[in-house]
């Protein structure tokens, strides 16, 4: 069963500071996707960045980037300029690659702080 | 461009009842997945529907049913609630013929059964 965790189940970083949340899975797949997503206190869950495995290029949108490392099954999100409104819960997920719509698995989440 | 929608969007509950909770996914989306989120936790897969039939089902005992309509909108139903069904039930949705591996959330339903 694919699994996903993130270590650190809190982390705070100044504004306009860069911070950096880890995520690592485990899985026997070499087709997926990964994804990090944002959940702020109004409980939405928002799709900050997608990741496919296959693509050596790490994915990037705008102030958010990832470092993915295939071999070593790790994926971080590292955030630049960081702004209050970027606090908030920050979840790791994995979905197989297989044809079709697949399941996502969730890590225990990140909560991030903003201090101004 | 609608969003996914859900709703209500706070629901509370006595043991033994039962509960229904009702999604609409993204414009141009056929797949709907929902998923409970405990409090602290990530997000745990419940199922997955798409025509109208469940394709995937997670660790989740009978008692948590589904239902696809022709226009794609869902229904998650709980019978005999437990207080540990008590969580924030999260519909996805995703579209099957362009990035089935992405999913969209609506804002969710947050269940307190009493």
């Known amino acids: 069963a694919q699994t996903v965790t993130q270590s650190q189940p809190e982390m705070s970083v100044q504004e306009a500071e860069t911070v950096t949340l880890s995520c690592t899975y485990d899985t026997s797949e070499s087709d997926y996707y990964l994804f990090w997503y944002k959940q702020p206190p109004s409980r939405q869950m928002i799709l900050v960045i997608r990741q496919e495995a296959y693509k050596q290029q790490n994915a990037t949108e705008n102030r958010f980037s990832v470092n993915f490392q295939k071999a070593a099954k790790s994926f971080s999100l590292k955030i630049s300029d960081s702004q209050l409104g970027d606090a908030a819960m920050y979840f790791c997920?994995?979905?197989?690659?297989?044809?079709?719509?697949?399941?996502?698995?969730f890590g225990q989440g990140t909560r991030l702080t903003i201090n101004p | 461009d609608a969003g996914v929608t859900q709703s209500p969007t706070h629901l509370i509950k006595t043991r033994g009842q039962q509960v229904t909770l009702r999604c609409s996914p993204k414009?141009?989306?056929?797949?709907v997945s929902w998923y409970q989120q405990a409090l602290g936790q990530g997000p745990q897969f419940i199922f997955q529907?798409?025509?109208?039939?469940?394709?995937q089902r997670g660790n989740f005992p009978d008692r948590f049913s589904g239902h696809q309509f022709p226009n794609y909108s869902s229904e998650l139903n709980v019978n005999a609630l437990l207080l540990g069904d008590s969580a924030l039930y999260l519909c996805?949705?995703?579209?099957?013929?362009?990035?089935?591996?992405?999913?969209?959330f609506g804002p969710g339903t947050r269940l307190t059964v009493l």
């Open positions: 529907y798409y025509e109208e039939e469940e394709r």
């Open positions: 414009s141009g989306h056929d797949t």
């Open positions: 996805a949705s995703s579209s099957l013929t362009f990035r089935p591996d992405t999913q969209y």
């Open positions: 997920a994995y979905t197989r690659g297989i044809q079709g719509a697949q399941k996502l698995v």
